[in-house]
């Protein structure tokens, strides 16, 4: 077989030489015969000298013809497929001639020119010659025919094969493809390095991008890794070179030799032991900006995982730690932001600690922009992790110190609320949740919230403006911390009146008051011994100013009843410390009456000017009103005159009334009919003309003036609501309204059921979902109709569903019935509110 190969290759380049125009089919499958003969011959092998020189010489003449017309003509054809043709048998040629070069010197040059060419090609996997691409890459790399190019002093075109290896490799390339390129370029590297070779290979280990550019970085990786021996010189000399004198360096490199330190010490760190040290002198330099640049190089470094870079460069790191205290601003930013990925990499460290106390000091540094970002920092550990950093009291400590001085600044007017303080504490809020510190609990952070967190002097406008801006931050998860809190305050506060009233005569009862309240405490065991000793106390005076303070709603007047009270009893008194945090949690102290005034004065004026913080202040009104509702006392016209405005935030301030009627009516006395008198209409046009959230909570409201002529005032409504049905006026609100009236009132809503069913039956449920009923529309992609069912249904529904104290008393077989037949007909209902 191999005689009758060496036969045809030396026919076709024969064949090839005589023909000058042959036409491209022809010559096509021409090349085709030469590449699968070529395929066919293997290289000498045998061990005899004289056998093998007569193989090396029939492989000489065998394809002299087609090595002659190659150079003599078919390099420079231009037809792509024929071009690839050649290059496949120049391949062969090589391959089994290896490894003596087949072609004189003179015609190397053109001959590489042409598999470059090629090369630069292998990028499309999609091509259907891909893979005879690829066949070339890998014979050229097992015979190591690319030194050649060095061999006749080739260097721009060694260059050129570097830059098209790098432009054309890609992600999605087998590793088999990648495999062979990095051979072909470390065997170049190996035979003869040069800083030119190495600036390419530099250049694409910075590159940014994804896609080719990911590849290209990849492959630089591994050409480092694979020659660093080579390049280590090289490397260690332009790099050093820039860190002591980057202006008499002549390379456009120079620009990016921190991010190239960083790269090389990811995939080649011993190849920099020599450089790293170095970086101490930018750290010291006097140029500002050359030590920014080094901080944030060296923070980098020290953040990468498992690599211990501050213990192994000790002296390094002590010079990074300056940092922190550095004369210029600037660098002490830049050292903070190092501090979280730092921390991070190595929690346990001994250096890690040290970077913490040095983000401790700048917590109280002298300028604003430092202190801003050591706060954006603890609270960014803070979040990551409860126990990195805020857990510890030193460090919370001082992050409540930054607070105060920033409330401080805020009200002085030397600077403006600021999300990144006011992270502060929601990050404290969110202790809560760490079930491994007690020092955190809901118990202890009520006196972090009511003592700690504002300074003594501060005004409570200013307090109630650092909380709504506050409340615009805050997750569900911190409401629910913040409620929780609030909640725990109020228990206490209802219990403690509860054992005021009965001190003197149900000792069981007062007993198991006891334990409710002292599980309120930090430690609940030594609270309920106190409760006992309090309890043997003789002087009346004490449980006196406790119930004063459980009454009074200011929290002005409540902190100093509070202080004439512990002056009273005096701190040598042997229960004073309880009696001091008893009279904290009984007093008002996180949130009084007059919070509630410049919440409402706020929306009032909406001073602040955003949707953003108008929602946030309405949200933390409820949020205060639904667990101390007393605190609107004497703010009652204020929340009408912002309810008959209209605005947006109406459901929320709504529900405010809902949820405060009950205890302010009580108060009010011959005044809570005038209120009365003046809020229903407005509540009344609500129920026919506003939302259906806002209907449910005005109806939720008239029902909580429990006592004014409830019945009545049902039954009037109940009237004007029918006739709003049938007029078919905002019929969505007007049913949700009736459903909310059969909660509360049976006998008002039973003297119209006939109407309202008879209506519902007949306009809604018995109307196709086709057919349009009145101008309601809905832009959630149900129909009018097939809402208007909904809203129907659930208005039916709403009768079997009444309120505490409230007893139905229709028959729920008709419902039941209504429902079957609906299902029966294959109504569908989508979610509705």
């Known amino acids: 077989m191999t005689e009758s190969a060496f036969q045809l290759v030396s026919e076709i380049g024969t064949q090839l030489g005589r023909q000058t125009r042959s036409g491209k089919d022809s010559l096509l499958k021409s090349l085709k015969q030469a590449a699968n003969a070529l395929s066919e011959i293997e290289q000498p092998s045998t061990s005899e000298a004289a056998r093998k020189l007569e193989a090396i010489k029939n492989l000489k003449v065998s394809t002299k013809p087609l090595r002659k017309a190659i150079v003599h003509?078919?390099?420079?054809?231009?037809?792509?497929?024929?071009?690839?043709?050649?290059?496949?048998?120049?391949?062969?040629?090589?391959?089994?001639m290896a490894p003596e070069p087949p072609f004189v010197d003179k015609y190397l040059r053109d001959i590489f020119k042409l598999i470059v060419s090629i090369f630069a090609e292998l990028a499309d996997t999609a091509s259907p010659h891909f893979s005879r691409r690829v066949k070339i890459l890998e014979t050229i790399a097992r015979c190591n025919c690319c030194v050649i190019m060095l061999?006749?002093?080739?260097?721009?075109?060694?260059?050129?094969?570097?830059?098209?290896?790098?432009?054309?490799?890609?992600?999605?390339?087998?590793?088999?493809?990648?495999?062979?390129?990095?051979?072909?370029?470390?065997?170049?590297?190996?035979?003869?390095?040069?800083?030119?070779?190495?600036?390419v290979i530099l250049r694409n280990l910075v590159k940014d991008g994804k896609g080719a550019s990911c590849a290209s970085y990849q492959l630089a990786v591994s050409?480092?890794?694979?020659?660093?021996?080579?390049?280590?010189?090289?490397?260690?000399?332009?790099?050093?070179?820039?860190?002591?004198?980057?202006?008499?360096?002549?390379?456009?490199?120079?620009?990016?030799?921190?991010?190239?330190?960083?790269?090389?010490?990811?995939?080649?760190p011993q190849m920099l032991l020599a450089v790293i040290p170095n970086l101490t002198h930018e750290l010291l330099t006097d140029q500002v900006d050359v030590r920014i640049k080094a901080v944030n190089l060296v923070g980098k470094l020290f953040a990468l995982p498992k690599r211990h870079v501050a213990q192994h460069y000790r002296d390094l790191f002590l010079e990074f730690l300056k940092r922190f205290s550095d004369k210029s601003v600037e660098v002490r930013v830049s050292a903070l932001q190092c501090v979280k990925a730092f921390y991070m990499a190595n929690p346990s460290g001994a250096e890690s600690h040290e970077v913490i106390t040095a983000l401790e000091d700048r917590l109280l540094d002298f300028d604003d922009k430092v202190r801003t970002q050591a706060v954006i920092v603890a609270c960014d550990l803070a979040q990551s992790n409860l126990k990195l950093i805020i857990v510890r009291k030193k460090a919370f400590?001082?992050?409540?110190?930054?607070?105060?001085?920033?409330?401080?600044?805020?009200?002085?007017?030397?600077?403006?609320?600021?999300?990144?303080?006011e992270q502060i504490p929601c990050k404290i809020l969110m202790l809560c949740f760490d079930k491994d510190c007690k020092e955190f609990r809901s118990q202890n952070m009520e006196l972090v919230l009511a003592e700690d967190l504002f300074p003594v002097l501060l005004s409570v406008v200013e307090r109630t403006r650092h909380w709504i801006h506050l409340f615009s931050l805050f997750t569900p998860l911190h409401v629910k911390a913040l409620n929780s809190i609030l909640s725990q305050k109020r228990r206490l506060q209802k219990e403690m009146q509860s054992y005021l009233a009965l001190r003197e005569k149900e000792k069981k009862r007062i007993k198991t008051s006891f334990m409710k309240m002292a599980a309120l405490f930090p430690d609940p065991s030594k609270a309920e011994d106190s409760f006992h000793k309090l309890n043997q106390m003789k002087d009346n005076n004490v449980f006196n100013s406790l119930a004063l303070l459980l009454d009074e709603l200011k929290i002005v007047d409540a902190q100093t009843i509070r202080d004439k009270f512990l002056k009273t009893v005096g701190d040598r008194h042997p229960h004073f410390?309880?009696?001091?945090?008893?009279?904290?949690?009984?007093?008002?102290?996180?949130?009084?009456?007059?919070?509630?005034?410049?919440?409402?004065?706020?929306?009032?004026?909406?001073?602040?000017?955003?949707?953003?913080?108008?929602?946030?202040?309405?949200?933390?009104?409820?949020?205060i009103i639904s667990i101390f509702p007393s605190l609107l006392?004497?703010?009652e016209a204020q929340l009408r005159m912002l309810i008959e405005e209209n605005r947006k935030i109406n459901d929320k301030l709504i529900e405010v009334l809902a949820k405060a009627a009950p205890h302010i009516s009580v108060k009010l006395s011959h005044n809570v009919f005038a209120l009365y008198s003046d809020i229903y209409p407005i509540l009344e046009r609500v129920c026919r003309e506003g939302s259906?959230?806002?209907?449910?909570?005005?109806?939720?409201?008239?029902?909580?003036?429990?006592?004014?002529?409830?019945?009545?005032?049902?039954?009037?409504?109940?009237?004007?609501?029918?006739?709003?049905?049938?007029?078919?006026?905002?019929?969505?609100?007007?049913?949700?309204?009736?459903?909310?009236?059969?909660?509360?009132?049976?006998?008002?809503?039973?003297?119209?059921?006939?109407?309202?069913?008879?209506?519902?039956?007949?306009?809604?449920?018995?109307?196709?979902?086709?057919?349009?009923?009145?101008?309601?529309?809905?832009?959630?992609?149900?129909?009018?109709?097939?809402?208007?069912?909904?809203?129907g249904l659930k208005t039916l529904v709403k009768r079997f569903l009444p309120h505490q104290g409230t007893h139905a008393r229709w028959q729920i077989n008709e419902l039941l019935d209504i429902l079957s037949n609906m299902l029966q007909k294959g109504d569908a209902f989508d979610d509705s509110n």
């Open 223 to 268: 050409i480092i890794q694979n020659c660093a021996e080579k390049l280590e010189p090289f490397i260690c000399g332009f790099l050093t070179n820039c860190i002591l004198d980057r202006d008499a360096v002549e390379n456009e490199l120079k620009e990016f030799y921190h991010e190239i330190i960083f790269q090389i010490f990811q995939c080649a």
């Open 151 to 199: 061999d006749i002093d080739s260097n721009e075109l060694v260059l050129e094969t570097f830059n098209t290896f790098f432009s054309v490799v890609r992600e999605n390339h087998q590793r088999s493809l990648i495999n062979h390129i990095i051979s072909i370029m470390t065997r170049i590297i190996n035979e003869e390095d040069s800083q030119t070779l190495l600036d």
């Open 577 to 623: 410390e309880f009696l001091s945090s008893l009279s904290s949690k009984c007093s008002h102290n996180i949130f009084g009456s007059e919070h509630i005034q410049c919440i409402l004065e706020h929306l009032s004026g909406n001073r602040y000017g955003t949707k953003l913080l108008e929602a946030s202040s309405a949200k933390l009104l409820l949020a």
């Open 633 to 635: 006392r004497g703010s």
């Open 73 to 96: 003509g078919l390099l420079q054809h231009k037809d792509k497929e024929v071009r690839l043709l050649v290059a496949i048998c120049i391949s062969e040629i090589f391959r089994v």
């Open 397 to 421: 400590h001082k992050l409540i110190e930054v607070y105060r001085d920033y409330c401080n600044k805020c009200s002085e007017g030397h600077m403006t609320i600021s999300d990144h303080f």
């Open 692 to 791: 259906r959230i806002e209907a449910k909570f005005s109806v939720a409201a008239i029902a909580a003036f429990g006592g004014v002529s409830e019945q009545f005032v049902f039954s009037k409504l109940c009237e004007d609501l029918v006739v709003s049905l049938h007029a078919g006026q905002n019929i969505p609100t007007v049913l949700q309204s009736l459903g909310c009236v059969a909660q509360y009132s049976v006998s008002a809503f039973e003297a119209q059921d006939g109407e309202i069913t008879s209506y519902i039956y007949e306009k809604i449920f018995r109307v196709d979902s086709s057919d349009n009923i009145n101008s309601y529309n809905d832009a959630f992609g149900c129909t009018s109709s097939c809402k208007l069912k909904i809203y």
